[in-house]
């Protein structure tokens, strides 16, 4: 039997993808395409199109690098003749003439955003599955942007054969663009040296990087250190003014409101406005606070979302003299494996959070077994950065209950350092519903009859399970849910692309108590 590979062509276009943020994942995706199209031209198989489905993770846009690569490679092999890439915009609103304007279009890629595209009633969906087959020069993306796994699969997956996914783009993502970008340039480096200045904004990187490469090849200099970094970034600094202008897509929501819009939690949302309250009060005074807290509760009681907000009404109000970024780690982030690096890597993630909040989530996972550990060090590093930059950054452990009592007793100091410590109670069963009504409803379900009750059934029960889950359990729940719905509607032939059923639901906890009988009895 014949064998089938990638070209050394094809392969150095998809190698492109190594040196792009959020996008790298898709390389086995474009690869099978590559295969796909080999065989399907020689009459071994025919299953699909090459349609995409894009899930897009990312707050930036990613897009047009992932396309650019994907239709270079699809021309290389004959699929389409040329690799331009259109956007069709609000598709619903001009439905009359829209296939008209693709049909116009020459060979490429077509566009279509789901935001702008959505199909509820079967004959409009028909209509267009029925289009785009009769269109076989042309490749058709769906960019979806719902972040959520199944949504846009169930709908439109048999029109679309392949997927691929734009990831969030992570600190090390950011490292990797500069370090890249440096080298290219001949412009030599030290990995410690970039990771503040790298942990910015994408869009804002990519300027300032420009701009560093510019300085260094007009005055000669082949190797960037702390100085010049510190240089850049205080040029390019954006003013507080101009910063808050910027409609990007974390500032879109007031943080007073999205604390208000928190299922439950009315004590926790008192306590939090009588915390700012006092900061502003003692800074009005000249006499700026320590700013350190103590989050503990069960999981998923919401620890993390209120940190997170906790950040946005620190920035909103210009409590830090800073950025005001929001630095999220885990506890484990803050030990290294060598002797002596363990001091200097809490230093360093201290560094980078400075002028904002540095949330530590499972901060307990910093309780060795032993004394003098290197978790023994990250503590004691840890509580002098606490007390160094007390008025700089506001440090945020969080953790559950009993574990965050026993990191508090084994270093003395964190009790002085901490100013505020905020407890977290379970959710009740009617805020466990609301939470889940809050996932239909931002995601357009909608819930037939005794599925109410049901769910009550359940969250009754799953409650006093230990370690139950809270809105976390929730959120897995509803994902589980959906699964389970999309199965029912394509063995049922169903049109209800959007209701919800008592079946699904219980499918769906039979599912989830399946899996967690499994892990118990692995573990006995």
């Keep these: 039997m014949e064998k089938y590979s990638i070209g050394i062509e094809d392969k150095k276009i998809i190698d492109e993808l190594d040196s792009l943020c959020g996008v790298v994942s898709n390389k086995e995706v474009l690869k099978n395409m590559v295969l796909y199209s080999q065989l399907k031209k020689n009459g071994i198989v025919d299953f699909g199109n090459y349609n995409i489905i894009v899930r897009n993770n990312s707050d930036y846009n990613l897009l047009n690098d992932l396309l650019d690569v994907t239709g270079r490679v699809l021309e290389k092999n004959g699929i389409i003749s040329n690799s331009k890439v259109y956007y069709l915009e609000k598709y619903n609103k001009r439905r009359e003439n829209a296939f008209d304007n693709i049909l116009g279009i020459d060979e490429g890629i077509i566009v279509i955003n789901t935001d702008d595209f959505r199909f509820d009633k079967y004959d409009e969906f028909s209509s267009l599955e029925k289009n785009i087959k009769k269109i076989n020069d042309k490749i058709i993306v769906f960019e979806d942007n719902d972040y959520c796994e199944g949504s846009i699969d169930a709908k439109i997956g048999k029109i679309a054969s392949w997927k691929m996914n734009i990831e969030k783009i992570s600190i090390e993502d950011k490292l990797m663009y500069l370090k890249n970008m440096l080298i290219e340039n001949g412009i030599k480096y030290k990995s410690q040296e970039l990771r503040k200045f790298a942990d910015k904004p994408f869009w804002k990187l990519k300027n300032d990087t420009q701009t560093l490469i510019i300085d260094c090849k007009s005055k000669g200099v082949t190797k960037v250190n702390t100085e010049i970094l510190k240089k850049i970034d205080k040029n390019t600094k954006i003013s507080r003014k101009v910063r808050s202008s910027i409609k990007e897509k974390e500032d879109f929501t007031d943080a007073k409101l999205e604390m208000e819009k928190l299922i439950g939690l009315n004590n926790i949302k008192e306590e939090v406005e009588k915390i700012l309250n006092f900061v502003?009060?003692?800074?009005?005074?000249?006499?700026?606070?320590?700013?350190?807290?103590?989050?503990?509760?069960?999981?998923?009681?919401?620890?993390?979302?209120?940190?997170?907000?906790?950040?946005?009404?620190?920035?909103e109000e210009n409590i830090l003299e800073g950025d005001g970024d929001f630095v999220e780690i885990h506890g484990r982030d803050l030990v290294d494996k060598y002797v002596g690096w363990t001091a200097s890597k809490v230093h360093d993630i201290i560094e980078s959070a400075l002028g904002g909040v540095l949330f530590i989530d499972e901060a307990y996972s910093l309780c060795a077994d032993r004394r003098g550990s290197f978790e023994d060090e990250a503590i004691a590093t840890l509580i002098k950065e606490m007390e160094d930059h007390r008025d700089e950054i506001c440090i945020i452990l969080a953790g559950y209950t009993a574990e965050m009592e026993e990191l508090l007793k084994r270093n003395p100091g964190f009790k002085s350092r901490i100013q505020f410590n905020i407890d977290f109670p379970d959710y009740s069963i009617e805020e466990l519903y609301r939470i889940f009504e809050m996932l239909c409803k931002?995601?357009?379900?909608?819930?037939?009859?005794?599925?109410?009750?049901t769910l009550y059934a359940n969250f009754e029960i799953v409650k006093n399970i230990q370690d139950f889950g809270n809105g976390r359990y929730v959120r897995n729940l509803f994902e589980k849910i959906k699964f389970e719905q999309a199965n029912r509607l394509v063995k049922s032939k169903s049109k209800n692309l959007n209701t919800i059923t008592e079946k699904d639901i219980k499918e769906a906890i039979k599912s989830m108590e399946m899996k967690s009988s499994k892990k118990e009895y692995g573990f006995r």
Excluded: Q, W, Y
């Design 280 to 315: 502003k009060v003692n800074k009005d005074r000249g006499n700026m606070p320590s700013l350190h807290m103590c989050m503990s509760g069960n999981p998923g009681t919401g620890k993390t979302s209120v940190a997170r907000i906790i950040g946005k009404l620190f920035k």
């Design 442 to 453: 931002e995601e357009k379900f909608n819930l037939s009859k005794n599925c109410k009750e």
